[in-house]
């Protein structure tokens, strides 16, 4: 036989949760994008790196 918590108790857990979830994304939110713009610049800067240091075909 499974337990059902209080309806209460189930809303009140369910608000405190929302509530983490809502700081936790305000806070890490930003990280995310910058953590996505810095992988595309270091992804460029290594393509170029790559392409500098191939030999150039020369016709």
Known sequence: MQR??????????ERARREQYAA??????????AALLAALVCAQQKRDTEEDARPSKAA
Request: aromatic share 10%; glycine share 10%.
């Open 4 to 13: 059902t918590a209080h309806p209460a108790l189930q809303a009140e857990y």
């Open 24 to 33: 936790l994304t305000a806070h890490y939110g930003e990280i995310g994008s």
